[in-house]
Every structure is written in C-alpha cells, then in structure tokens.
C-alpha cells in the first residue's frame, strides 16, 4: 500500500489569490495523479506529474491555472491560481499502489473554498 | 465513447435491504475498479475485475463483470450503516475513467 499525506486539509481563500497544496507519499512512485472532486460530483483528473519532466494535463486543464512541481520522487505541489469560487472543490493526490495492479491510493483531500 | 455510465445517482435502502449499482460502457473494458467513498472521505479500492463474467466476494459485496465485458455491478446483501457512502466504478485506460457514483443512503 501507499501511504499519502496532502495538506492543507482545508482552507478558505479570498478571490483573485492563489494556493499550494502539497503531497508526500511514504514511497517513491513514478507518477503521481491530481484531481478535483466538485460536491456531489465523480473525480476529474487534471493532470499527471511525473518526476524530472513536466505535467501532462487533461483537457480543459493548464499550466498556467493548475502549475505543478515534482521534485522528487516522493512528493508533488499543485497550485490553484488567481481563484475564483469555480474552483472552490475538493483537490486529492494519488499514486497507483505497488505491483502494477492498477490500484489508486488517495491522499485525504483538500477541500478549498473560494469566497 | 470511453465513458462509464453509472446508476443509479442515488440509492435510499431501509438498514438491512440490499443495494446494487450498474456500470455500463459501449466499448468492451480491460478490466473495471471499484471504489467506495465515504462522506468526507477519500475513494478508497474495493476490487479490480478483469476476467469476463468474473464473480468476486468481499463479505456482504459482490461483484460482477458482464460476459461482453461491457457491463459490472456491485450488490451490498443486508446494508448496514457503515455502508453508507458513495461507490464509483472506474474503467482502465492510459488513466481511469470514472463513473458518476452511486450514493447509498439508509433511511432512518
């Protein structure tokens, strides 16, 4: 298994500012998966950070709202930028688990609020 | 295209009923994930399917993958409250796909 650690867990942010979140995983793994999970709704893949490349975005997703960093191979940032409260929702990491099962390990979540 | 259909949105059971969500595609899968979600919570893995017409338990869940591989289910026998929550199925590409979730609520 994988252990995740994303914060903040939450935060409430004013409008027009920008916020990081960050994720450390107790191994290292070669990808790492952001999402965004609007209320109620399923998940949404944003992008793929890889370590020592940039991040592969889906579409309707780019660099300059969602930057990312992958520094190493054990953790990633992603920064919301210039927030409107579209993006208030919640922002989840993950990595596939070991032995190539496919299986996806999330971290806990951050739920953002955009007032 | 590549997306799962899930239903359905909701589901209200009496504590102790059974629940079943469906999951369809147009395309054959390689394989369908389950997870669950409780409120609050983080998906979590329940099970991955790859085998056509493959039956798999975990306890009180069982899980389905059509013959044609178009098709899975998940059925919860006698729901209890730790049940609830919402469960998703995911299909396998170069990323996973998601479907819409079902929310399993028991009524009070």
């Known amino acids: 298994s994988a252990v995740i650690s994303q914060k903040p867990s939450r935060d409430i942010c004013q409008r027009g500012t920008s916020l990081t979140i960050q994720c450390q995983v107790d191994?290292?793994?070669?990808?790492m998966f952001w999402y965004r999970q609007q209320p109620g709704q399923s998940l949404t893949l944003i992008a793929t950070?890889?370590?020592?490349?940039?991040?592969?975005?889906e579409s309707g997703f780019v660099i300059d709202k969602f930057p990312i960093s992958r520094p190493n191979l054990t953790f990633s940032t992603l920064t919301v930028s210039n927030m409107s409260p579209e993006d208030s929702s919640i922002y989840l990491c993950?990595?596939?688990?070991?032995?190539?099962?496919?299986?996806?390990?999330f971290g806990e979540g951050s739920r953002l609020t955009v007032l | 295209g590549q997306q799962v259909m899930q239903i359905p949105q909701y589901q209200h059971v009496q504590e102790g009923e059974d629940f079943t969500t469906y999951c369809n595609s147009s395309?054959?899968?390689?394989?369908i994930q389950w997870y669950k979600q409780r409120p609050g919570g983080h998906p979590v893995f329940l099970i991955q399917?790859?085998?056509s017409g493959e039956v798999k338990k975990q306890k009180r869940l069982t899980f389905q993958f059509g013959e044609a591989k178009k098709n899975s289910s998940l059925h919860i026998t006698a729901t209890q409250t730790t049940d609830v929550g919402t469960y998703f199925c995911?299909?396998?590409?170069?990323?996973?796909?998601w479907g819409a979730g079902t929310k399993l609520i028991i009524k009070p």
């Open positions: 395309t054959t899968l390689s394989n």
């Open positions: 993950s990595v596939e688990g070991p032995g190539n099962t496919g299986e996806l390990f």
């Open positions: 995911a299909r396998s590409n170069y990323q996973l796909i």
């Open positions: 399917l790859v085998k």
């Open positions: 950070a890889n370590q020592g490349s940039e991040a592969t975005y």
């Open positions: 191994s290292q793994v070669t990808m």
